[in-house]
């Protein structure tokens, strides 16, 4: 077991992190950052490596939303088995590969040594809780927490209960990432990859098939996002971008005059390119050939520094996400 003291006191509270990859890593830093101590478990040859480039980019990244002091790191530990990660943790993160029987497993693991009391998050991005809780010792226990990458940086957790979590442990799951600068979502009726992601799905699928079709390239996809609508969804999302597009009249004006439009085939979204070799290697070339002069923590970098300058603005008008950080602040200031 390695650890890395940061002159923590014995009252800070220990969240457990199974899976220290991209988003288990960004898990670790939302924590370790806002004071809590953190034990993570990763059988992986590499993953304090992949962890310690992670938190590097946190450390940049994360204080510059701030505007008061952060609170001082909590203690980071390795931990050389999943029972010894999870034994003294409030919070319990699971993020491990996209399948049912090794989430399973896992958490057949994690409930038999880690306190009854803990809150344990699934960050699937596709399975329901109903799916995850299936044969535990403690389903009540178990609820997805899916976040989004960077989770150091991007608030927004979806937090999915099913039927059998009862309102007290949703709101203190909602209370406790709240606390760590978090936006949480409760999606209150279970449905396959949540919200976020089935709208993501959408955009990806017609992206492929324009892709497939030889209408647009993968950079030309990306700046039809980044240069256009993408502004837009940052700091007003989806409706309410559209209402003011109705101008005074507002949504019912826009509705009247956009919504014969969903009736033309525009799309294709109920149906899926399959992803043949050839397609596969084309978007892999396109890809290489638009982001390929930069190493992947280049561009997680780049990617911080733009998202932390759209978010400061936001935060100077107390807007959308803005709003979020500067009431985080607060909270803050208060444990400083």
């Known amino acids: 077991m390695i650890s890395m003291s940061n002159n923590v006191t014995t009252q800070h509270k220990t969240a457990a992190c199974i899976g220290g990859g991209v988003i288990g890593g ?32 946190a450390r940049a990244a994360l204080p510059a939303l701030a505007d008061v002091a952060m609170p001082s790191e909590g203690k980071l ?3 050389d088995t999943l029972e010894a990660a999870v034994t003294n943790a409030h919070w319990i993160q699971e993020s491990v590969p996209e399948r049912l029987d090794i989430k399973h497993a896992v958490f057949a693991q994690v409930q038999a ?39 150091y940086l991007l608030p927004l957790v979806e937090l999915v209960p099913s039927p059998i979590n009862n309102p007290e442990i949703i709101e203190q799951a909602q209370t406790l990432l709240t606390s760590i600068g978090m936006k949480p979502l409760h999606v209150r009726k279970e449905i396959d990859a949540h919200i976020a992601d089935r709208l993501l799905e959408a ?13 647009a390239t993968t950079s ?41 439009c969903l009736e033309w085939p525009w799309t ?25 002069h930069h190493t992947i923590r280049e561009l997680e970098r780049i ?10 603005v936001q935060k100077d008008n107390n807007w959308g996400v803005g709003e979020l950080l500067n009431q985080h602040d607060q909270r803050l200031k208060q444990l400083g």
């Open 268 to 292: 294709k979204l109920m149906d899926v390119p399959e992803l043949t070799d050839e397609l596969i290697a084309t978007i892999a070339q396109q890809s290489d050939e638009q982001s390929g």
């Open 77 to 79: 530990t390795f931990c």
């Open 113 to 151: 040594a880690c306190l009854d009391s803990a809150i344990i998050g699934s960050s699937t991005s596709g399975f329901k809780p109903s799916q995850l809780q299936e044969n535990a010792l403690n389903p009540q226990q178990i609820m997805v927490a899916h976040p989004f990458n960077p989770v």
């Open 303 to 312: 990617r911080d520094k733009n998202l932390i300058g759209i978010m400061r």
């Open 203 to 215: 955009v990806w699928r017609e992206g492929l098939w324009m892709i497939k079709d030889g209408i």
């Open 26 to 57: 960004g898990w670790v830093a939302r924590f370790l950052l806002h004071g809590w101590d953190v034990n993570v478990y990763d059988p992986a040859s590499d993953a304090k490596r992949k962890l310690d480039a992670v938190l590097e980019n």
């Open 220 to 260: 030309e996809i990306d700046d039809a996002i980044r240069y256009g609508f993408g502004l837009r969804w940052a700091q007003m999302g989806l409706f309410e971008t559209y209402r003011i597009a109705g101008g005074e009249a507002g949504m019912a004006h826009f509705i009247a005059q956009f919504g014969p």
